[in-house]
């Protein structure tokens, strides 16, 4: 380990919150509807509350990771998140799946690293 080690979590949280706060952004702007109806014809039951599950954790959750509160907690929701789509979307669809393996490996970095030193939630600890 060298002196930069500990801010590894940095950019990794501005990276993955920003790719995940984006796509919350754009499940927003098309729609409840379009969001329910397509997680409906993959046969999701109950496809309102998942979308609506998922606009917060690719919003809210995305927003609290880029500020670095409760980074692991929302981390293990971006993970199970890029699971599932990966093996009941981009799978069975036959597309290639590269942006959630890798959005997944970075949550669950995320998992293992935590805030890291320049967050929020760090400031909140001290406190």
Not at 34 to 51: C, D, I, M, T, Y
Not at 68 to 74: A, D, H, I, K, S
Request: net charge positive; with cysteine.
């Amino acid at each position: 380990m060298n002196a930069w080690s500990t801010y590894a979590a940095v950019p990794l949280r501005l990276g993955v919150g920003g790719v995940f706060l984006r796509h919350g952004i754009q499940k927003l702007e098309g729609g409840l509807p379009a969001l329910s109806g397509f997680l409906h014809s993959l046969g999701f039951p109950f496809a309102n509350v998942w979308a609506v599950m998922l606009i917060g954790i690719e919003t809210v959750g995305a927003a609290c990771v880029l500020l670095g509160l409760l980074t692991r907690g929302w981390a293990i929701c971006f993970a199970v998140e890029m699971v599932v789509a990966i093996l009941r979307v981009q799978l069975p669809a036959g597309r290639n799946f590269e942006l959630e393996a890798l959005l997944l490996a970075g949550a669950l970095s995320l998992v293992a690293l935590g805030d890291g030193p320049l967050a929020l939630g760090m400031k909140l600890k001290k406190s």
